[in-house]
């Protein structure tokens, strides 16, 4: 059993100087009892705790460290960089090199604009759909998580869900009401929205793979009917890519269900582990934003040449291997496949759900598709089975409506270890 002193007492100095002694709710063990770990190093497919106990994760920093933690090839490409000061304010050719390096990886992005998170990006995203169209209606679903910009804090996924606070106090109801909600799998309740806001809809934005209530993949026709609905409708299609670009394909998901957005933001592996974030898609709608057009966004870090050398290392080295994502699919199946044999063992049928390097157990037998069966889990059995992993080694998400990831470091070894502590924790709660 690990002992957690010193990040009992972490937690507890930094609640007197952050809110909830974190920096982004999530982490803050609300849902799974407990403190939160305060974590002091990784390497590979292990972080290290304060305690210096040794963990296996499936969290990554919540995507980003596809590669594993400490990879040579990004600690190379930022070593080299760091030398030549942090940041100019200015223009740099690696920025250059990352743009065309994404516009060939991801084919739907003519040109693409970075900042610094992916709240920024979708932000940004939905500012442009906005002024190209002149429109100002979206539609969101229920769920969905784009990060804390105003306009997506209506029945947010992520914290926001885990927190069971989907709507935001502080979001304006002049903001709230240009917010739409859609059923995530349900296209006749977008086509009854798009009928009763005839003409007003400016952008459609979703998580083409939701992440952020649960692992939740587009049913059958789905994201094709959405395209057709935009299409005729003149609505902008955003894929928020933030979490499943470059993590479910080269091309992210959009490539996988071989469905074409408007626009796409980016985030997470992007940056591999730097704050980095991105938005891009036909150059029509790309060449509104200032200085070209009308639209305003701007950044002081936005392509910051640390953060464009590690997302310039990683990236490459997805495109250049497109082995990784085979070797993901394939462990990632292996780990679903022995919670399946798990629970088949324990009598018990539990939801599993994949895409790629992404999966998610879900405390529910019933089938989970959109927001409202996500919240048939039971949460207060998942905050046991956390944290019986835990003690078992096994660092998980710190809640049920997060998607977990594997990471390239994830050997089929450490695979079966995950398998073993998965049956051990299902006996444990049961
Ligand atoms: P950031 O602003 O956190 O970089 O990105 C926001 C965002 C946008 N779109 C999608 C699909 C996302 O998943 C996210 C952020 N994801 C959460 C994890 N589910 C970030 C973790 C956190 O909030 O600390």
Request: net charge negative; glycine share 10%.
């Amino acid at each position: 059993m690990p002992i957690f002193d010193r990040s009992r007492s972490l937690f507890s100095k930094a609640q007197q100087y952050i809110p909830g002694g974190v920096n982004s709710p999530v982490r803050a063990f609300k849902a799974v009892g407990g403190d939160p770990l305060f974590i002091k190093s990784a390497k590979g497919a292990y972080v290290y705790d304060e305690d210096n106990n040794q963990y296996i994760e499936l969290i990554n920093s919540w995507g980003p460290m596809i590669l594993g933690h400490s990879h040579e090839i990004i600690e190379k490409a930022v070593s080299e960089a760091i030398p030549r000061s942090l940041s100019f304010g200015a223009p740099t050719a690696k920025e250059v090199e990352i743009a065309a390096l994404i516009v060939d990886m991801v084919p739907s992005i003519e040109k693409v604009r970075m900042v610094n998170s992916g709240t920024e990006a979708t932000m940004s995203a939905v500012r442009l759909a906005r002024g190209y169209t002149g429109k100002d209606k979206l539609i969101k679903f229920a769920g969905c998580y784009h990060g804390h910009g105003d306009s997506f804090l209506i029945a947010a996924g992520s914290g926001a869900m885990t927190m069971g606070i989907p709507n935001s106090p502080g979001v304006t109801e002049g903001t709230a009401q240009d917010t739409l909600l859609a059923d995530f799998n349900d296209i006749t309740s977008v086509r009854k929205l798009v009928e009763t806001n005839k003409g007003q809809i400016a952008a459609i934005i979703l998580e083409p793979v939701a992440g952020n209530m649960g692992c939740i993949l587009p049913k059958e026709g789905f994201l094709q009917d959405l395209r057709k609905l935009c299409d005729e409708e003149r609505i902008v299609l955003i894929f928020d890519e933030v979490m499943t670009g470059f993590r479910l394909a080269k091309g992210g998901a959009q490539e996988l269900y071989g469905v074409t957005p408007d626009m796409t933001t980016l985030g997470k592996i992007i940056g591999g582990g730097m704050p980095v974030g991105a938005y891009g898609g036909k150059k029509e709608i790309m060449d509104f934003v200032s200085p070209v057009g009308p639209v305003y966004q701007a950044g002081t870090l936005s392509g910051n040449p640390i953060a464009m050398a590690a997302g310039y290392a990683i990236l490459s080295h997805l495109n250049e291997n497109s082995k990784i994502y085979e070797d993901l699919d394939r462990v990632t199946t292996k780990i679903v496949n022995g919670y399946r044999q798990n629970l088949e063992k324990l009598g018990l049928n539990y939801t599993l759900t994949q895409q790629g390097s992404m999966f998610c157990l879900f405390f529910t037998d019933q089938e989970v598709f959109d927001y409202n069966s996500a919240s048939t889990s039971d949460t207060e059995l998942f905050g046991k089975y956390f944290r019986s992993m835990l003690n078992q080694g096994i660092y998980l998400a710190p809640s049920q409506y997060e998607a977990l990831f594997v990471s390239h470091a994830i050997t089929d070894e450490i695979a079966d270890r995950i398998i073993d502590a998965n049956y051990q924790a299902l006996k444990e709660i049961h």
